[in-house]
């Protein structure tokens, strides 16, 4: 059974910064991608960034320059470092991970989310 704990959601000023982090457990062939997602009240939930398995990163606009992705290949787990954060980033926070099985199947699997509030 595949796993995802998120950590690191919290209430910051805007301007400040905060790190999610979300470790993967479970029995995959491989990981295909890992990624944070976001969703605010009454809106759709979006891609923040995504990593890929051979490292290659992609953003969403509104965070490009302000949030880096990273991941430990070694823990199975992804980061997100999120620096001048702005009220509008405030939303729930979604770990997703992309695994090929050993059946061969490409499959996703979501986390519960941790909460970032931007607020002074």
């Known amino acids: 059974q595949v796993q995802l704990v998120e950590s690191g959601g919290d209430l910051v000023q805007p301007g400040g910064s905060l790190r999610l982090s979300c470790a993967a457990s479970?029995?995959?062939?491989?990981?295909?991608?890992m990624g944070w997602y976001r969703q605010a009240p009454g809106t759709q939930r979006e891609m923040v960034a995504v990593?890929?398995?051979?490292?290659?990163?992609a953003y969403a606009d509104s965070v490009r320059g302000r949030f880096t992705i990273s991941r430990d290949y070694a823990k199975d787990t992804v980061y997100l470092q999120m620096n001048s954060l702005k009220p509008e980033d405030t939303a729930v926070y979604y770990c997703?991970?992309?695994?090929?099985?050993?059946?061969?199947?490409?499959?996703?699997?979501w986390g519960k989310g941790t909460l970032v509030t931007v607020s002074s």
């Open positions: 997703r991970l992309d695994v090929r099985t050993y059946q061969r199947d490409d499959v996703s699997y």
């Open positions: 479970g029995s995959w062939n491989r990981i295909r991608a």
């Open positions: 990593i890929a398995s051979g490292g290659g990163t």
